[in-house]
């Protein structure tokens, strides 16, 4: 369950992301609307770029493990 609840609130951030920068590049928004949703959009990118490091991470120590039975 919580792998499921972590994948989703991964996706969900990424697609938090996409709506802000959508609207960021609308041009249509007032300058303290922009920051605000800038701030927004840092911190959602750095959740994002926390957990793909973490999957990156775990990845590495599978194939490490695979390498290391492979010989055994």
Same mark, same amino acid.
């Given at each position: 369950? =919580?792998?499921? =609840?972590? *994948?989703?609130?991964?996706?969900?951030?990424?697609?938090?992301?996409?709506?802000?920068?959508? =609207?960021?590049?609308?041009?249509?928004? =007032?300058?303290? #609307?922009?920051?605000?949703?800038?701030?927004?959009?840092?911190?959602?990118? *750095?959740?994002?770029?926390?957990?793909?490091?973490?999957?990156?991470?775990?990845?590495? *120590?599978?194939?490490?493990?695979?390498?290391?039975? #492979?010989?055994?």
């Amino acid at each position: 369950m =919580k792998k499921e =609840k972590e *994948q989703s609130g991964f996706e969900e951030n990424l697609t938090q992301l996409e709506a802000i920068v959508t =609207k960021l590049e609308s041009g249509k928004l =007032k300058l303290d #609307e922009g920051i605000s949703l800038y701030e927004d959009g840092v911190k959602l990118y *750095q959740q994002c770029r926390k957990r793909l490091s973490e999957v990156e991470k775990k990845i590495t *120590q599978l194939n490490e493990s695979l390498d290391e039975n #492979e010989f055994k």
